[in-house]
Nanobody, 126 residues
Framework: QVQLVESGGGLVQAGGSLRLSCAAS????????MGWFRQAPGKEREFVAA????????YYADSVKGRFTISRDNAKNTVYLQMNSLKPEDTAVYYC???????????????????WGQGTQVTVSS
């Protein structure tokens, strides 16, 4: 079992930056592909970014491509989401997720993920 704890959310002005972190418990972090999702009030949870076990592959939603960067440090059991040029429409609760993986892939649908964090709020003011 993997436990995920997100941190780094907060209030930022449009155009600003935040870096989210997601710390994972356990010794098998490197066996999991990781992803970030977000959910705004009244909307469904949506995919943001994903990264493969070895960090060799990443994938982004079109809405964040070029502004957000996902990365991971397997030695620290942590995945990051660097968010730049933030917009008010980025306001949401951000969740990290872990998907047990045997192929070195990344995943971009929620149903493929096995474990979820509790979420961290990101609010971007205009």
């Amino acid at each position: 079992q993997v436990q995920l704890v997100e941190s780094g959310g907060g209030l930022v002005q449009a155009g600003g930056s935040l870096r989210l972190s997601c710390a994972a418990s356990g010794r098998t972090f490197s066996r999991y592909a990781m992803g970030w999702f977000r959910q705004a009030p009244g909307k469904e949870r949506e995919f943001v970014a994903a990264i493969s076990r070895s960090a060799g592959s990443t994938y982004y939603a079109d809405s964040v491509k070029g502004r957000f960067t996902i990365s991971r440090d397997n030695a620290k059991n942590t995945v990051y989401l660097q968010m730049n040029s933030l917009k008010p429409e980025d306001t949401a609760v951000y969740y990290c997720a872990a998907a047990q993986d045997y192929s070195g892939s990344y995943y971009y649908t929620a149903r493929e993920y096995d474990y979820w964090g509790q979420g961290t709020q990101v609010t971007v003011s205009s």
